[in-house]
């Protein structure tokens, strides 16, 4: 499963002692991968490729709070594409858990 999405970076704010920036995928698309059978992972995690601009990597995204999930935004990847806390961010991610 391949989504794309524009979403607002935003600081992790369960701890202030990590500077951890992330970025929330609207419910919807958070739903449909909820629906995808796949390996069951620590915290509920799922595996994906992800890219932002041209900065390609593989991470997890995590569920959060609303139904949907979070990913992480990596320092690396912040700086290659200047995202800043508050700004927006458009995300290519595939479902590789699949």
């Known amino acids: 499963m ?8 935003f600081a992790w ?3 202030v002692d990590v ?3 992330l970025t929330a995928l609207p419910v919807e698309l958070g739903a449909a991968i909820r629906e995808i059978p796949r390996p069951t992972r ?3 995690s799922v595996r994906v490729h992800a890219r932002v601009g ?3 990597w593989r991470t997890s995204i995590f569920p959060s709070s609303d139904g ?3 990913l992480p ?3 690396s990847v912040r700086d290659a594409e200047a995202l800043v ?10 479902v590789i858990d699949a």
């Open 42 to 44: 620590g915290f509920g």
């Open 54 to 56: 041209e900065t390609r």
């Open 2 to 9: 391949i989504v794309e999405f524009d979403g607002d970076v």
């Open 73 to 75: 935004l990596k320092k």
């Open 19 to 21: 500077a951890m920036y």
């Open 68 to 70: 949907s999930y979070v």
């Open 13 to 15: 704010d369960a701890r």
């Open 85 to 94: 806390e508050g700004g927006r961010v458009h995300v290519h991610l595939e």
